[in-house]
């Protein structure tokens, strides 16, 4: 079932959304800058249908999320979703960012430990961290600021499996477009490896 949600910031903005409680498994989806959480459909939808628990939140300033839009406050954003599913019963947790919100993304996950990163189209990625996690990089090899960062995530600690996909677009077009069938087999396939090879912290309602 879906619900819609409230998560307060820590500077006190609300951002709303929606979360599908599926299992313990939980995967965050984290829009790009000048979207809102439907730019995720149809990959949301069979996210639930593989059994995660989906939380799709609106950054601040988009969609019904309060504020303006503010990028340098978007790792804050995405910290409180992350505390969100921790304390809504969570015992493993996946990001996926589209975009540029590659960017604060990839910060939460050196600082707060996630399973696994899905990054859809990522762009302006400087710093790739230090810490180690599992990633899923879909990129246009034909856009100049993808194909950089793609570079960038590629060398970082850690497995990093690159799809390329031509001519796919920027940011979750490369889901709703002509490419959207192979991404969503990505990343499901993706999800289902990470999650399977880790039997030992393999939640009890998971398959």
Same mark, same amino acid.
């Given at each position: 079932?879906i ?6 910031? %820590? =500077?006190?903005? !609300?951002?709303?959304?929606?979360? *599908? !409680? ?6 965050? +989806? ?8 439907? /730019? ?6 069979? &996210?639930?249908?593989?059994? &995660?628990?989906? +939380? ?15 990028? @340098?406050? /978007?790792?804050?954003d !995405? ?5 969100? @599913?921790?304390?809504?019963?969570? &015992?493993?947790?996946?990001?996926? *960012?589209? *975009?540029?919100? @590659?960017?604060?993304? +990839? ?9 696994? +990163? ?31 960062? *793609? /570079? ?11 799809i #390329? ?8 077009g ?17 999800? %289902?490896? !990470?999650?399977?090879?880790?039997? =030992?912290? &393999?939640?009890? =309602? #998971? =398959?």
């Amino acid at each position: 079932m879906i619900e819609a949600v409230e998560i307060t910031t %820590r =500077d006190g903005f !609300v951002l709303r959304g929606e979360v *599908a !409680v599926r299992a313990s498994d939980w995967i965050v +989806l984290v829009h790009a800058p000048g979207e809102d959480i439907d /730019a995720w459909r149809p990959l949301s939808t069979l &996210l639930e249908e593989h059994q &995660l628990t989906v +939380l799709a939140v609106d950054l601040r300033g988009h969609g019904g999320s309060d504020g303006e839009p503010d990028t @340098a406050m /978007a790792a804050t954003d !995405v910290e409180a979703m992350l505390y969100y @599913a921790r304390s809504h019963m969570a &015992l493993r947790v996946f990001l996926a *960012a589209a *975009a540029a919100s @590659a960017v604060p993304v +990839l910060d939460i996950a050196d600082r707060s430990p996630v399973e696994g +990163l899905v990054l859809v189209s990522p762009l302006g990625v400087q710093d790739t961290g230090e810490t180690p996690v599992p990633r899923l990089v879909l990129h246009d090899p034909e856009d100049a600021e993808q194909e950089a960062s *793609a /570079a960038r995530l590629a060398e970082a600690p850690g497995w990093s499996l690159g799809i #390329s996909l031509p001519a796919a677009g920027r940011s979750c077009g490369m889901v709703q477009g002509e490419w959207g069938e192979n991404v969503t087999g990505y990343v499901i396939a993706f999800l %289902r490896d !990470v999650r399977l090879n880790h039997p =030992d912290r &393999l939640p009890p =309602d #998971s =398959d």
